[in-house]
C-alpha cells in the first residue's frame, strides 16, 4: 500500500487512467447512517496553516472556507489532534534545495519520488503558524511533522518512507481512540496519506469531504480517493455526523 501511494506522485504530469470514473462514482461509496462522535473516536485536522491558506506560499484553493466548518466539527469531538507541516530552512522537499528544478517537479530521494514544492510551513515562521481563526482550544496535542531535513512527510502517522513513526499512533492507542475521522489540507496529500496510514496502523478512518480541500494536480485528487477507498477508509459530508 505503502509502495502505491509513493508512486502516483511520479505520474501526476502526465494524468491518471480512470479519473473520470473514479470522480463519477467516489460519492456513492462509504455512505453511513448519521454518527454520534464517541469517547473513542478523534478528529484529527490536518495542517490547516497560513502557508495552505490564501497568500500563503504553497496555497489551497479557498483552503480558508473549510475553517468554520472545522471549528463547528470539533465541538463535537472530545479528543481533537492538530497537525503542522514543520520543516527546516532548506528542506529536501523544496524545489529551492534542487539547482535547475522548479516547483511542482519530481526528483528521486532514497525512499522515492519526491514532488518538489515552492519553500513553505519553515519552522517557527508565520506561515507555519496555524490559520488564526481556527479555534479548537480543547486539542490536546500537535502533532509537527517533516521536521526531518532530509525526509519529506505528508502522513500525520509516517514520514514519507512509509515506516519512520511520528508517534501518533502510540498517542492514539494509550489514549484508547479507535477511530479517526480528519478534515484539512489538502485533500490529496496530507489529508489522505494520513487517511491510508490510519488504516495501515490499525485505526478506524474516515475523511469529511466538505471539511476539506485539494490541490488536483494532474488526477491527484481522484487518485487519492481511490487509493482511500481501496484502504478502507470513508468518505463523508459533515452533515452524515451529529455534533
Not at 15 to 21: E, I, Q, S, Y
Not at 32 to 52: A, E, H, M, R, S
Not at 173 to 185: A, E, I, N, P, S
Amino acid at each position: 500500500m505503502g509502495t502505491d501511494r509513493r508512486t502516483f506522485l511520479s505520474s501526476m504530469a502526465a494524468g491518471l487512467a480512470g479519473t473520470a470514473l473514479a470522480q463519477a462514482t467516489g460519492r456513492a461509496w462509504a455512505q453511513g447512517p448519521k454518527t454520534k462522535p464517541g469517547p473513542q473516536d478523534v478528529l484529527l485536522v490536518i495542517d490547516v496553516q497560513n502557508c495552505f491558506t490564501p497568500g500563503g506560499s504553497l496555497a489551497v484553493k479557498d483552503g480558508d472556507a473549510i475553517v468554520p466548518l472545522i471549528n463547528r466539527l470539533a465541538g463535537g469531538f472530545q479528543h481533537v489532534v492538530l497537525t503542522q507541516d514543520w520543516h527546516t530552512p532548506g528542506h529536501v522537499s523544496f524545489a529551492s534545495s534542487h539547482p535547475g528544478k522548479k516547483p511542482f517537479e519530481t526528483t528521486s530521494l532514497p525512499y522515492g519520488t519526491q514532488v518538489l514544492w515552492p519553500d513553505h510551513c519553515i519552522q517557527g515562521t508565520e506561515g507555519a503558524n496555524l490559520h488564526k481563526d481556527l479555534k479548537i482550544p480543547h486539542a490536546s496535542l500537535i502533532i509537527r511533522k517533516g521536521h526531518r531535513q532530509h525526509m519529506d512527510s505528508y502522513s500525520a502517522f509516517y514520514e514519507a518512507d512509509g515506516k519512520t513513526p511520528t508517534g501518533l499512533t502510540g498517542y492514539l492507542r494509550d489514549r484508547g481512540l479507535t477511530q479517526v475521522y480528519l478534515c484539512g489540507l489538502a485533500t490529496d496529500f496530507c489529508v489522505g496519506w494520513s487517511a491510508v496510514d490510519a488504516r495501515k496502523a490499525g485505526f478506524g478512518a474516515a475523511v469529511i469531504e466538505d471539511a476539506c480541500r485539494g490541490i488536483d494536480v494532474g488526477g491527484s485528487l481522484a487518485k487519492a480517493w481511490a487509493d482511500m477507498q481501496a484502504a478502507g477508509v470513508r468518505r463523508l459530508q459533515s452533515s452524515d455526523l451529529d455534533v
